[in-house]
């Protein structure tokens, strides 16, 4: 142990150095490498404090005995010589300190309330007397810690119970009740944490995560079995590591008196409001919540258990607005669609002739013997209209209204609306049961066993893409979760504690289309059979409606996380030292089938597929497109060889020191170091590949390491293209190289700025290496293991009027678009790290209210952009060309997702936080005022311009500037024993005491957001992505519903280098240009170029909402309480209006306008709760 051990690392700004640590760190550092145990997720905490007389002379020496008022848990210590004294790794609960010397009256401070990974300072003065007398200190649960560095917030049972949460069923409806928590969603925004992967959640130690998708997981016990949690919101110590933010769940321990509970929660339509976007009529609503639990002692003072059950029943729908084909298209008459827009013939591609009139003598109907078998099938999952206008009975307009500027007589239209409104269903079953066990087998050996389990389904929920009935959703045969945990704590000695956790967490979620009957494979002619029971429709898109599909996510989803943890604490005089070390290891186990996507745009009838710049493209129509699906004559088509399947394997592992030093009697100091290493995921099925660019001179291979490959695709891509693993020494264990030197170290200091403790600086620095996103399954998923091909009619200068996809042939390989598409991740990835940074002022001022001022500051760095590699320079194509293909760097291949770290964020936030913690009276206030900026690639879909990566610096897409939260729990004083009418008789009581409110305001302003363009012809490669922003226009329009009138000016952007007519022609240089030498849009003289629209420089609209709830408690006898209750969820009613979903320039049909809303209508909820 002579030899000097120094850690050197560099950071993105400056080389940082890490001093010397000393030896006793070195020895716990020793310590832990030992232990056979990726994060040390400690909820145990600790009560320290200094024993003193009335004089402020410290007393050494002093015996100290702490008890756990819950379980009758006694440990013992003993003053030092500063008449300090701490009790470490302790769990949360309720304790008494009692003190005792001679010479002095014993002394006791009982109800001192640790919570979740908290430390307490409870100072003692005793009075001389003897020692059979007995001072007796009051105590209580302290607003303020005075020896934690970081900022963080704990929400107990009495806040779970007494609070209005919108859904018991995940841990999201719990992060929703947490301060400075940005969206209670699997990705929670915490003090300027990562949207993906910046936070992280335990449950009695162990990982809630789920580690492949770089997220928590949502299932958790019943909240009637939990006792706290605590979210730390910014630099937290050593032991807590993988992200920057940590959510800490603890659930109820038995003790050695019996309690429970029993509960029922009901919402239903007939209770709730309609919304801004109503069904008609009101759609099924009904959701019933209920369950109970109980715990108490087995052996007093030794054995206790804890057991809950609950259960939830939802039947739900969501307006969802959808434009449909009319009944009279769907038998093949467009007469009326086609008059409706000026359209007087159209033309039947496979046979040349003109479509005939309708029966009405209008152009035009498609006779049934021209109609495609395929497509005769799948117009039986087109709903019917049920009205053109939002809420309305009658029928409304039948045809898309996007393209009608008024309707017949007695109907209205506009831009907004669609025509057919979908009550989305939504079916839920969700049984959750939990069971733990304690015991104290020893004064020095602790023992506890958790188990919890949740069965979700079978259930039926909308899909992301908002399709209509029939189609369009998915569903489940039932999620199953389960999470054990194993917690041994031994007191070794009277300064040293060890905690040994382990813990193992599953997850299973099939989920299904709504249409699992159907093999696609049987369908349509080249897409791949789908597994039995993952079958659904392929997705047809038809330009002007909103198409069919079943949903993306048909697919089953299996993860398995084993963890061990191990920490030990050292208390030594003035430092209480801690090391640990953790292991983890995950495998995730995924696949599906693919049903084949197809798009029909309308230039087969309009017989303007060869229109020159304009292309099939600009002369898109919905009648035209319709009938060319009906005729079965599509323009894109895609497919894949065959469905996807993986299953892959990762670990971690982690080790940490820290020291927590009371250096000054109102000084404490938190230095730590946490080393992390991850290792490269492995697949155990399926096999996997990666493109390296270097390779083959410059041009670049795709490796890859055995597995399932298809001999086909390794036979039509040979070497150098398609290389095997084995040849050139590549494997699971080094295809990419992780970094070792992961230090990260941990400071912080909380100063006492006076002797009550009541006025608080506190601030910390720590760097954290997060989680590597979830770019595994893209590996697993590319050649020559699975091929998607994208494939286009010739279009354009060169193109052809004849159908070259159809259904008998959809894919058809002259037609191919490009090469395969591949995933990859550089070599040697640069992990993924936060820097943060907090100071705060926290003061006490008045008795059990604090006020709490902060900074906050979060660097991240190296995070992942899913760079494309392959996509070529913004050009035209040379005379012959009919694709980019050939112009893009790496040939054979399509796109290239290429995984690198090299994009970055910085975030500042103001905080200012309220706090009141008394008997009566609990409320929280806390305002957030945040500044993100960046590139966070991963988390914004992607950079626009690859070739300038910094031109997609701006505000990132997640972080609203202003958020308020403002929580409270008020028992109304009134009532026997109350300040008013406090000597009421028994039936007096009965109705005017026991009364409670609560409730939540949120409000925020709007997330950030960006116009947008695509394509504006087929010349070339020509670029899409943001505008040019036309000086002097404002952006934003004032005044209006976002509902009824665009809240985004159009006429503020541009398409770079548009001709006033799209009349490009190729100048002697081969560059397109306008014929007169200008454009309509500013700044460009040339097409093919990038917009210079900053990113995300608007903001959509705010939000605002209240939870409320009316409670009336009833004490039967002296233990029972019956509590009757009412929460009403958006007690107002408020609408508030989504960020406008189409903010494409190019698209002017709703353009900047809000289609839904964010959140539901008002929802009351009447329950009942027996609790004793």
Known sequence: MNRKVSFIWRLETATRFCKMLSHAWLLLLCVAVGVASASAQSTKGSILGRVSDSSDAVIPAASVELQN????????????????????????????????????????????????????????????????????????????????????????????????????????????????????????????????????????????????????????????????????????????????????????????????????????????????????????????????????????????????????????????????????????????????????????????????KDAAGLCCQVPDSAISPISKYLLGFFPKPNGGILGSGPQGCYYPTNLAPNCAAGQVGSSSITDFIYGSPTYQKNFRWSLRGDYQFSPKDHFSLRYYQVNGGPYVGPDLANAAPLFGNYSGTGTLSKNVVFNYTRIVSANIVNEFVAGYNQEHDPRESQNPQINPGALVPGVPNAPAGYGGLPTVGIYGLSGIADASSNYFNAQHIYQFNDNVTFVHGRHSMAAGAQYLRQRSGQGGSYPGSFTFVGCFSAQTCTAGAAGATENKNVAYAFADFLMGNMFTSQTQNKNNLFDATGSSYGLYVQDNWLATPRLTLNLGLRYEKTFPFGRTRGGLANFYPAMNGGAGAEVYISGQEDPNLVAAYPQPYIVNGDTVGINYNNYYKTQNLNFGPHVGFALRMNDKGTLVMRGGYALIYNYFPPFINGLGNSPPFIKATTYQQPSGTGGTNTPQLTWANPFNSTSSTGGPSVSAVEPRPKQPYNQQMNLSVEWEFIHNTALRVSYVGNLGTHLADPYPLNNPVPQPLATGLTNVQTIRPYQPWGTISYEQFNTSTNFNQFQAAIRRRFTDLTLSMDFQWSKGLGVDAFNDGGVTNPLNIRQDYGNLDYYSRLYYVFSHIYQLPVGKGKRLLRHAGTITDAVVGGWRVSGVLTLYDGLPMSASFTSIGTLGNYPSGRPNIVPGVPQILKGGSPAKTPMINIAAFCIPGECPSDGAVMNSSGQYTCPSGSTTCPNTTTEFTYGNEQRNSMYGPGFANYDASLQKEFHIERRYTFQLRLDAFNALNRTNFATPANRSISNNVAFGESTSQQGNARELQLGGRLTF
Do not use: C
């Not at 008022?69 to 500063?82: E, F, I, N, Y």
């Not at 057991?307 to 939830?312: N, P």
């Open 69 to 356: 008022q819950g379980t009758g848990a006694v440990l013992q210590a003993t003053t030092d010589s500063r008449g300090d004294y701490t009790f470490s790794t302790i769990d949360p609960g309720t304790y008494t300190v009692i003190v005792k010397h001679e010479g002095f009256e014993e002394a006791a401070a009982r109800g001192i309330v640790l919570d979740v990974a908290q430390t307490i300072r409870q100072n003692i003065v005793m009075k001389i007397g003897t020692a059979t007398e007995v001072l007796e200190i009051t105590s209580a649960s302290p607003v303020i810690t005075t020896d934690s560095p970081e900022i963080s917030t704990v929400i107990d049972s009495r806040q779970i119970e007494n609070t209005p949460l919108d859904g018991r069923d995940t841990i999201y409806g719990l992060l929703a009740l947490a301060p400075g928590v940005q969206r209670s969603t699997s990705n929670p925004l915490v003090a300027g944490s990562s949207f993906q992967g910046g936070t992280s959640a335990t449950v009695d130690g162990i990982s809630q995560n789920d580690i492949f998708n770089a997220r928590i997981a949502g299932p958790v016990p019943s909240f009637d079995g939990i006792a706290q949690f605590t979210v730390i919101g910014s630099a937290a110590p050593a032991r807590f590591g993988r992200a920057g933010s940590q959510v800490l769940i603890v659930t109820k321990a038995g003790g050695n008196q019996f309690h429970g509970s029993a509960f029922e929660f009901n919402r239903n339509r007939y209770l709730s409001g309609a919304g801004y976007f109503p069904l008609n009529p009101r759609p099924h609503f009904n959701r019933n919540e209920f369950g109970g639990s109980f715990g108490g002692p087995i052996i007093r003072n030794k054995l206790f258990f804890w057991a809950t059950v609950e259960d939830l029943r939802l039947v739900q729908s969501k307006a969802i607005p959808t434009t449909q084909p009319s009944p009279e298209m769907l038998t093949g008459d467009l007469g009326p669609i086609s008059n409706y827009l000026g359209i007087t013939q159209m033309v039947n591609p496979n046979t040349g002739a003109q479509l005939p």
